[in-house]
């Protein structure tokens, strides 16, 4: 529920996940899409995949520890608990590191008026 909550406020706060442009009324669009929306789009989704990664795989770890502690010397469970702590370790270094791949090459491609879009 809290994660339902933050996510609400981050799609509140940036518009949404999407691109706030090509809005057609009356067959005509108003606002129509450039590179700058483009790029607002990068910055959404990236942003919103670190937000939602980032408590899922928390969540994740917390879960193959309390699995580790409560295995009470069962193997299997142990086994079970630590390949769980270790894929989401994994997968949350695979987020993070490819959000900074991304953030690099865009502040090195991007001119500095754009880089305001992707914090």
Not at 104 to 110: E, G, M, P, R
């Given at each position: 529920m809290v994660l339902l909550d933050q996510l609400i406020a981050f799609a509140a706060e940036s518009g949404t996940v999407g691109i706030p442009c090509g809005v057609a009324v009356n067959g005509v669009i108003e606002n129509p899409c450039d590179y700058a929306d483009f790029l607002i789009l990068i910055g959404n989704i990236f942003r919103y995949l670190t937000l939602v990664a980032v408590p899922l795989a928390t969540a994740a770890i917390v879960y193959?520890?309390?699995l580790m502690v409560i295995s009470a010397g069962n193997d299997g469970k142990r086994s079970e608990a630590k390949g769980i702590i270790k894929t989401a370790i994994t997968g949350l270094v695979i987020i993070l590191a490819s959000y900074l791949i991304v953030k690099?090459?865009?502040?090195?491609?991007?001119t500095d008026s754009f880089k305001a879009l992707f914090p």
């Open positions: 193959g520890g309390v690099t090459i865009f502040n090195a491609l991007v």
